[in-house]
């Protein structure tokens, strides 16, 4: 009769051995696949930023100038402004016949699952010039809304963003510096 394999301790240790060696390569494997998966995306493109930066009065606000896939329930290619909102960028200074509306709010506002000419408030900047009770002017809609900002956050974003002036840009623009 020869030994058994359940007793052979050569065996017990090829098992072993065998095992580690598996579960190596598995995770090699993973790691190049999630590497190649990195660099393929990178060459296509399909970035995804960090959206948000620290702010000291706010907590959070998204980066100025920043662009990028935002990945939700519905993909969607978006831009920040100069400013730091999802917005096209505006002077500070009002330009003569024009009407400015400012928009404070939250997701619902910001709207990163929609493109921006779909969002409510840039329809409404399109509608309101047909409107008589504007005579004409020309309407621009500027928005302050960021993803999950609370009435105290949109306070202060009005405050400090909202408020500002040619005559005083100095207070938005020392409290966000990059």
């Keep these: 009769m020869g030994i058994s394999a359940k007793t052979d301790p050569l065996a017990a240790r090829s098992r072993k051995t065998g095992w580690r060696i598996n579960a ?6 993973l790691g190049l696949s999630l590497l190649l ?20 009065l706010l907590g959070w606000r998204p980066r100025p100038g920043l662009t990028g896939w935002y990945s939700g329930d519905v993909n969607n ?3 920040i402004n100069q400013e730091g909102y999802r917005d096209v ?10 009407y400015r509306i400012l928009l404070l709010g939250d997701s619902m506002s910001e709207g990163v699952e929609v493109p921006l000419e779909d969002l409510y408030w840039k329809r409404l ?7 008589p009770a504007f ?17 105290a956050q949109e306070y202060l974003s009005l405050r400090e963003r909202g408020f500002a002036t040619p005559a005083r840009p100095s207070a938005a623009r020392v409290l966000f510096r990059e």
């Design 24 to 29: 190596l390569l598995i995770l090699i494997s």
């Design 37 to 56: 998966a990195e660099a393929l995306l990178r060459l296509m493109g399909h970035d995804h930023p960090q959206w948000n930066r620290l702010d000291p």
């Design 77 to 79: 290619y978006i831009a």
């Design 89 to 98: 960028d505006h002077p500070l200074a009002k330009p003569p016949g024009t």
């Design 125 to 131: 900047e399109s509608k309101l010039p047909e409107c």
């Design 135 to 151: 005579g004409g002017r020309r309407i621009e809609v500027i928005s302050l809304a960021v993803n999950g900002y609370g009435t």
